[in-house]
């Protein structure tokens, strides 16, 4: 399971890159470890909204650093969770 996990997180996207997504990519780790200053999570959290392949390497990092830190005793499966996040953002549009 978490072999897969990690072949999944290795697929970056790279088909966005903007100077928004770079800064976000620089966010992430702040972010996800909590330490981001407010700006800097406002920022993150307006990108997120739109833009897809963000929102996923997001989401894809949340559950990483569930898995390192031991949070998370049962795996998600990486694709299904993307496709319901893909659906779900579609929905909206
Ligand atoms: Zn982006």
Do not use: W
């Not at 399971?1 to 072949?7: D, G, H, I, P």
């Not at 997180?9 to 890159?17: F, I, L, R, T, V």
């Not at 407010?38 to 833009?51: D, P, R, T, V």
């Amino acid at each position: 399971m978490e072999s897969k996990f990690t072949e999944m997180y290795q697929k970056e996207p790279a088909d966005e890159k903007d100077g928004a997504c770079g800064q976000v990519a620089d966010l992430l780790d702040s972010v996800v470890d909590g330490e981001a200053s407010a700006e800097e999570q406002s920022f993150f959290n307006s990108h997120l909204e739109e833009c897809v392949s963000c929102f996923e390497n997001h989401q894809k990092q949340k559950l990483l650093k569930s898995l390192i830190s031991g949070h998370l005793k049962r795996v998600i499966v990486p694709e299904s969770l993307a496709l319901t996040i893909k659906a779900k953002i579609q929905e909206t549009i």
